[in-house]
Nanobody, 126 residues
Framework: QVQLVESGGGLVQAGGSLRLSCAASVRTFSRYVMGWFRQAPGKEREFVAG????????EYTDSVKGRFNISRDNAKNTVYLQMNSLKPEDTAVYFCVARNPSFRLVGTTTRQYDRWGQGTQVTVSS
C-alpha cells in the first residue's frame, strides 16, 4: 500500500517559483510511475507531469512545458515538481499520484493512477 504526502505548496507572486515534494511510504518506490495532477476551483482535475520509474521518461501538459520540471530520487522515495515562471492560472490544488507497478508507461488520465496524495494548495497572485 502506497501512501503519498505532498509538501511545498504556498502563495507566490506571478513569475516566482515553488518546488513541490511528494514522499512515498513504500519500499519498492522505484517500481512506480509517478505524477502530478492539479485541480482548480470549478474545473476538472488535470494531468500536469509524469515520470517513469528510472526518471528517463517524462511527460508534461502543454501549458507547463518549459516552466515545470518533474524529477525523482528513488533513494529518498521522493518525487519533485519544480515550478518556475508561475502564472495565476497555475493556481490549484496539486496532487501527487502513483500508478500500479504493473504499468510501466507514464499515463495522463486520472483513471491510470490508483494512489493519490491529499493535495497541496498552490496560489499564484498577479
Amino acid at each position: 500500500q502506497v501512501q503519498l504526502v505532498e509538501s511545498g505548496g504556498g502563495l507566490v507572486q506571478a513569475g516566482g517559483s515553488l518546488r513541490l515534494s511528494c514522499a512515498a511510504s513504500v519500499r519498492t518506490f522505484s517500481r512506480y510511475v509517478m505524477g502530478w495532477f492539479r485541480q482548480a476551483p470549478g474545473k476538472e482535475r488535470e494531468f500536469v507531469a509524469g515520470i517513469d520509474w528510472s526518471g528517463g521518461t517524462t511527460e508534461y501538459t502543454d501549458s507547463v512545458k518549459g516552466r515545470f520540471n518533474i524529477s525523482r530520487d528513488n533513494a529518498k522515495n521522493t518525487v519533485y515538481l519544480q515550478m518556475n515562471s508561475l502564472k495565476p492560472e497555475d493556481t490549484a490544488v496539486y496532487f501527487c499520484v502513483a500508478r500500479n507497478p504493473s504499468f510501466r508507461l507514464v499515463g495522463t488520465t486520472t483513471r491510470q493512477y490508483d494512489r493519490w496524495g491529499q493535495g497541496t494548495q498552490v496560489t499564484v497572485s498577479s
